[in-house]
């Protein structure tokens, strides 16, 4: 398990976007797993002109990946 409250903020997300995610996935503390799925679907809606939500970029890909692998 995790803290979104902890981790989102090591990726660059700033307290509005921190927010948004833990609203998007419903609670502050998730497992990794779930916090990738969100993530992708995340990605994959941002290549849309009416996309709305967080911006994840892949610098913040590559952060969490870096914080996942030791």
């Given at each position: 398990m995790i803290n979104l409250y902890d981790i989102l903020p090591q990726l660059s997300f700033d307290v509005e976007d921190v927010f948004k995610i833990i609203c998007g996935i419903d609670r502050s503390n998730v497992e990794m797993a779930e916090l990738l799925d969100f993530f992708s679907k995340?990605?994959?809606?941002?290549?849309?002109?009416?996309?709305?939500?967080?911006l994840i970029t892949a610098s913040m890909i590559s952060k969490l990946k870096s914080l996942i692998k030791p």
């Open positions: 995340q990605t994959a809606q941002q290549k849309y002109n009416d996309y709305d939500g967080v």
